[in-house]
């Protein structure tokens, strides 16, 4: 039973570059969340999805970070232009509305933004 | 507004002694509650929930979790600690309303995180 998928595992990249953050989650779920996880921080909620809608992005940083779910098994996490401060550990989760299931996690993007 | 409260941020307990890491939570209605552990360089894995029903929960690895409305506490539990068990604790609350699109999210605390002594 496949769990949610997120890819890379690690990315290391240039300020100022283009990041794409990938994930699948578990097949017949309806939900999917991008969290961004710091140590000053702690665990954030940028954006989550309903039947690949977004339903609340205020957790997004800036207009430089956007998310999509073209479909029911693919969503991305871009930022744009990176900076510095972006480098995180960045996690997609996914759960299924019925009998409001909790959430199950990816094993997260370590991003650095040098 | 609904929030999770961990006040231990940082716990060191000895190998084979119980454990108990506090969560407080601030939420209207009924609660759903959870708590999740993530080892190092891992995602967040579920140990138990609670919903309705008994409030006394039982989740893997040996964890249980006990309920208690009037202190709205959702305190995690272990009788002996493994070394394995070193990793931070989160504990959650579960937002869910229908209205225009259905909210569906979980208000996470600062986490606990727990070494185990030899």
């Known amino acids: 039973d496949a769990g949610v998928i997120q890819s890379p595992r690690h990315e290391v990249t240039e300020m100022g570059q283009e990041v794409t953050l990938r994930c699948k989650p578990i097949?017949?779920?309806?939900?999917l969340f991008w969290y961004r996880q710091t140590m000053m921080r702690g665990l954030e909620l940028l954006i989550y999805?309903?039947?690949?809608?977004?339903?609340?992005d205020s957790g997004m940083p800036e207009d430089r970070f956007s998310a999509k779910m073209p479909n029911a098994s693919f969503s991305t996490l871009k930022i744009q232009p990176s900076e510095p401060r972006d480098s995180a550990v960045y996690f997609c989760?996914?759960?299924?509305?019925?009998?409001?299931?909790?959430?199950?996690f990816g094993d997260g993007t370590r991003l650095s933004i040098l | 507004a609904q929030s999770v409260t961990q006040p231990d941020i940082h716990i060191t307990v000895s190998e084979g002694a119980s454990l108990e890491l506090r969560c407080n939570y601030s939420?209207?209605?009924?609660?759903?509650l959870f708590w999740y552990v993530q080892s190092p360089g891992q995602g967040l894995q579920l140990l138990l929930k609670?919903?309705?029903?008994?409030?006394l929960v039982q989740g893997i690895k040996g964890f249980e979790a006990e309920f208690k409305r009037s202190q709205s506490s959702f305190n995690l539990r272990k009788p002996s600690v493994h070394w394995s068990d070193a990793a931070e604790y989160f504990c959650?609350?579960?937002?869910?309303?229908?209205?225009?699109?259905?909210?569906?999210?979980?208000?996470f605390g600062t986490g606990t995180l727990l070494a185990v002594q030899p």
């Open positions: 939420y209207g209605a009924t609660p759903y």
């Open positions: 989760a996914s759960s299924s509305t019925e009998g409001r299931q909790p959430q199950h």
């Open positions: 959650a609350v579960g937002i869910y309303m229908n209205y225009g699109g259905a909210t569906n999210k979980l208000i």
């Open positions: 609670y919903f309705s029903g008994d409030t």
């Open positions: 097949s017949g779920h309806d939900y």
């Open positions: 999805f309903n039947n690949n809608v977004p339903i609340d």
